[in-house]
Structures are given as C-alpha cells and as structure tokens.
C-alpha cells in the first residue's frame, strides 16, 4: 500500500451495516459509508482502493482494476484456471472433466464479469466454448458411429452374396 498523488491507497478490512472499514498505507484503520463508494459493483473485502481522507473518514472510495489484495488470484481466476485445466484433462478423459470445464468456465465468466477480472473472464470463456466444442463434437462422432453401425446391421438383412449382383 502506499501513498497515490492526491489521495491514498488502502485495503478494504470489511463492509457491516452500510459501512466499509478500511486499512490505510500508514496502517490506520478509517471509516467510510458506502454512499463514498465510486466504482461499479459492490466492495468487498480485500479489495485495494484510492480514496481520500477528510476528518478520519475515507471519501471518494475509488476500486483499483486490476489489484488485489493480499497477491492471491481473484475468485474467478481460480474458477477459470480449473475449468482450463478440466479442458486440457478432457483430451485425455473425454465427458466427465469436459462437462466440469463447461459448468467451472460458465460461473467463473459470471464471477469474472461482475468483478471485472478480464484475464479471469477469458480464460473462463476459453474453457466453456471450448468444452461446448468438445462435447459437440463427442456428440457427432458417436452420432456417426451408430449410423455406421446401423448401415451395417441393414445391410446385414440382406445378406448379398457373391452372386447377387
């Protein structure tokens, strides 16, 4: 944490009852009502902001993109890095892991969205279309195993000989 030209650089502690509690860079713990928060979304815990300091309050509580706070992954990065890793496993096995690749990279897109991760987000869109891909064309190829396997089994009916040409 440290001091940004005009203002300050903190943590958020937590959000109770209408109220944020903040750790500042000079690690004083300051106030602010969620009526100073000014980015899209809601705060969270963890969550690195700017902000300004008025009568030991905090104002103007600004998030910063791209930050976070203790150096760990966002949720949604986590969520989008497994259902990758799902991804790559549905190559070896195919349906289980590739379902769990579509489900993982479809909350994790969601989560990613609303805490505006993009890395987050691309990597959870890779692995849902890419498990929709795999589960589409998993679906084909048995799909054309069994018309295979159909023609024989009519054609068998038949039972044509050398002769009958």
Do not use: K, N, Y
Request: aromatic share 8%.
């Amino acid at each position: 944490m440290r001091e940004t030209q005009g203002g300050m650089r903190g943590t958020i502690l937590g959000i109770h009852d209408g109220r944020g509690v903040l750790i500042a860079a000079d690690q004083r713990r300051l106030d602010f009502s969620l009526s100073e928060w000014r980015s899209p979304g809601s705060p969270a815990a963890g969550q690195i902001v700017d902000f300004m300091e008025e009568g030991g309050q905090a104002r103007g509580v600004f998030a910063v993109p791209g930050a976070s706070g203790d150096g760990a992954h966002s949720s949604s990065f986590v969520l989008g890095a497994v259902a990758l890793g799902c991804l790559a496993l549905g190559f070896i096995v195919p349906l289980i892991p590739t379902i769990a690749a579509f489900v993982l990279g479809v909350i994790g897109a969601g989560q990613a969205q609303a805490q505006r991760d993009e890395t987050a987000l691309t990597m959870a869109r890779v692995a849902w279309i890419g498990a929709l891909v795999m589960l589409v064309i998993g679906v084909l190829a048995i799909m054309a195993v069994i018309a295979f396997v159909g023609t024989l089994g009519f054609a068998s009916l038949f039972q044509l000989g050398p002769g009958d040409f």
